[in-house]
């Protein structure tokens, strides 16, 4: 075998084909792109949020008014950054309840809306008590922000650049993380410590946000959600626009049928306007006795887990005080700059990560670098500030520490970062992609708080360098669990991914389930097995026919 067919079989070399071969309409509709982009922006007020509470307490106006102090350690500052976690938790909950009445748009529009709300009651505190209550607020849009913007985008897009849309998403945020930490860097240098310096941070997103609600009435809602609603009209023209062809091309013909099928599949047994208690009773037993889904069920939840316990959320939050930990905090100014290099450096890494790793070397690949390089970084610092507590370190050793946490940066960014929001929009059916969401979503902002609290003890409480031990540990983990249990679903339609899930445990983790479960390629569904004739369509099966049909299985 030669080396021209060793590349051939690699996943460059399918995505290159899937590319190559899908119409150039498609990959470059206007339509599209700027819908995924509005829903792509659902993450600014995450991390919006993450970049500047970490860094506004170092502002003299802020402290002033506040008496939260970055100075003063991780402790002094924990209810204030932790805080939004558990509006988050809350709202993503919620949001089950809403998205699928009110579609994708609006979910937008209305869950923008309360942060806003919550950003300027944040604006206008006049003590600690009002500030705290702000950031639950924000919480609510936060949280139910982030179960709509992955979906919305999956929902929306076609197979070929589905990761790279839905990475998209990792983008917003961690450019939003970037201008918000040079946000505070500049009203720093410029403006006088006065409430003022605080108020421009917290008040400048919205009109951004502002301006991108009143463009959602000029962009596509959701196909797959229109279908769901019993809006087929609406739907294929939406589709039509989406995919930039016209209704009678081949490649439209195929996915709105497709879509279609699943969805009648899916709803068969229920009436999709019933939004009783019985509704969520049926979509409770899917979601928690259909292994399939259970399986998708317990690979979100530990993907959103892993990220929080492996210390790459903390170090955003808590930055500085990890830099005075290492050594290598300096004066406010100086911190705050190595702070917006470390958000800007993330940005840059989301960018590759996006458009040349996801979707290009496959979902399983880019985890297990991007996991494996956090963990080297977490070993070097623990290590680092194990020897610094027992004497000084060489002066190229604190550089070189500084170095890892930026090395920690690109890993975390390009692997637990990005990917469970990838796999979090597009693993589920389309009828229980809501409830999924919603129930993930939640779990992972309780991660995500119980991580952020709980961090400055855990630093105390190991000497600082038993923490990146802690880290590396579940670093460890997750690239074991990743060989196991993670599928390659690349290139897949967000229908295929069923048989992926349907498939043996013992294939489940191997890149043989991405090939056994076929890709889609200009509308013809190709499978590397030969099973099928090309040109086939074999029926995808439902969730539903798993309740009656799985419990054999497995």
């Known amino acids: 075998m030669g080396l021209k067919d060793i590349m051939g079989r690699t996943m460059l070399a399918d995505y290159t084909k899937r590319i190559k071969d899908a119409p150039r309409e498609v990959i470059l509709s206007p339509a599209l792109i700027i819908s995924c982009a509005m829903y792509a ?63 994708r748009l609006w979910s937008f529009r209305l869950y923008t809306t309360v942060w806003i709300i919550g950003q300027l009651v944040a604006t206008f505190s006049p003590n600690s008590s009002a500030l705290y209550a702000s950031r639950i607020i924000s919480g609510l849009g936060i949280g139910s922000l982030s179960v709509t913007g992955t979906v919305s985008i999956v929902e929306s897009a076609p197979p070929e650049i589905r990761g790279l849309l839905a990475a998209w998403y990792t983008v917003s945020m961690t450019l939003a993380l970037m201008v918000a930490t040079f946000c505070v860097y500049g009203v720093q240098l410029h403006i006088g410590a006065s409430r003022l310096q605080y108020q421009v941070v917290m008040f400048s997103p919205c009109v951004f946000m502002l301006l991108w609600i009143i ?42 049928r497709n879509i279609e099928e699943s969805i009648q599949a899916e709803t068969a047994a229920y009436d999709p306007d019933d939004h009783s208690p019985s509704k969520i009773v049926s979509l409770a037993k899917e979601t928690f006795t259909v ?49 917006g290099m470390y958000a800007m450096s993330k940005f840059f890494f989301g960018l590759i990560g996006s458009f040349f790793l996801i979707d ?78 919603a129930i993930t979503q939640t779990f992972h902002w309780l991660f995500h708080y119980s991580m952020t609290f709980a961090l400055p003890s855990l630093l105390s409480r190991t000497h600082n360098w038993g923490a ?18 993670v599928p390659e679903i690349a290139g897949l339609s967000v229908e ?36 099928n004739p090309k040109g086939s369509f074999p029926a995808v099966k439902s969730s539903q026919q798993s309740l009656k049909g799985e419990s054999h299985s497995s």
């Open 41 to 103: 922006t659902a993450a600014i007020p995450l991390t919006w949020d993450q970049g500047t509470a970490s860094t506004l307490p170092s502002l003299e106006g802020f402290q002033k008014q506040f008496g939260i102090s970055s100075t003063a350690g991780a402790h002094s500052t924990r209810n204030f950054v932790s805080l939004v976690y558990i509006g988050d938790a809350v709202g993503a909950a919620l949001s089950f309840f809403i998205n699928d009445r009110i579609g």
């Open 468 to 485: 990146f031990v802690f880290f590396a540990s579940w670093c460890a983990a997750a690239i074991l669990y990743v060989y196991l249990l």
């Open 360 to 437: 290009v070397v496959g979902r399983r690949n880019t985890l297990f670098v991007g996991i494996t390089l956090q963990m080297i970084s977490d070993i070097y610092l623990a290590a680092y500030i194990k020897v610094q507590n027992d004497g000084s370190p060489p002066e190229a050793a604190g550089e070189a520490a500084l170095a890892s946490i930026f090395i920690h940066s690109f890993g975390y960014t390009i692997g637990l970062l990005t990917l469970p929001y990838v796999f979090g929009g597009e693993l589920w059916p389309n009828r229980i992609r809501s409830f999924g969401a």
């Open 291 to 339: 292994p399939s889904n259970l399986r998708r069920l317990q690979q979100a939840l530990i993907l959103y887990a892993v990220p929080q316990f492996s210390g790459g959320n903390s170090i955003t939050n808590y930055f500085i005080p990890i830099l005075k930990i290492v050594g290598l905090a300096g004066s406010s100014s100086r911190n705050l700059f190595l702070n």
């Open 215 to 256: 463009a959602s009435f000029f962009l596509c809602e959701s196909p797959r959600w229109l279908v769901l609603s019993g809006r087929n009209e609406e739907a294929a023209n939406a589709l039509v626009r989406l995919r930039r062809l016209p209704l009678d091309h081949d490649r439209v013909q195929h996915e709105f």
């Open 496 to 531: 295929e991914i069923e048989r992926v899930f349907s498939g043996p445990w013992r294939l489940f983790g191997r890149r043989s389930a991405f090939r056994d479960a076929g890709s889609v390629i200009e509308g013809r569904e190709v499978h590397h097995d030969d099973e």
